[in-house]
Nanobody, 114 residues
Framework: QVQFVESGGDLVQPGGSLRLSCATS????????MAWYRQVPGKQRELVAR???????NYADSVKGRFTISRDNAKNTVCLQMNNLKPEDTAVYYC????????WGQGTQVTVSS
């Protein structure tokens, strides 16, 4: 089963930017949708963005216009460019398929704070 390893999280000030990357252990071509999720302690994991193998993209309303998801099927990577970050974006970010396989990795911590 394909595993996902997230990286790129950091502490950033409000208004700053980060680029998250997701490396996979196998081909992502077989997955129609790849996605980024995030979770805050005590809350449900939520879908942030998803991208199909054909380029269809959907975003959560809270990140529209600020985040950009991309995928490179040749390199088996999925990225999330996050601009104009807000404190409410603070969370652990995970990548997975959509619908999610549910075997979550460690994720990558994003903290937005002054």
């Amino acid at each position: 089963q394909v595993q996902f390893v997230e990286s790129g999280g950091d502490l950033v000030q409000p208004g700053g930017s980060l680029r998250l990357s997701c490396a996979t252990s196998g081909s992502i071509l077989r997955f129609y949708f790849m996605a980024w999720y995030r979770q805050v302690p005590g809350k449900q994991r939520e879908l942030v963005a998803r991208i199909s193998s054909g380029g269809q993209i959907n975003y959560a309303d809270s990140v529209k216009g600020r985040f950009t998801i991309s995928r490179d099927n040749a390199k088996n990577t999925v990225c999330l460019q996050m601009n104009n970050l807000k404190p409410e974006d603070t969370a652990v970010y995970y990548c997975d398929t959509f619908p999610a396989q549910g075997k979550w990795g460690q994720g990558t911590q994003v903290t937005v704070s002054s």
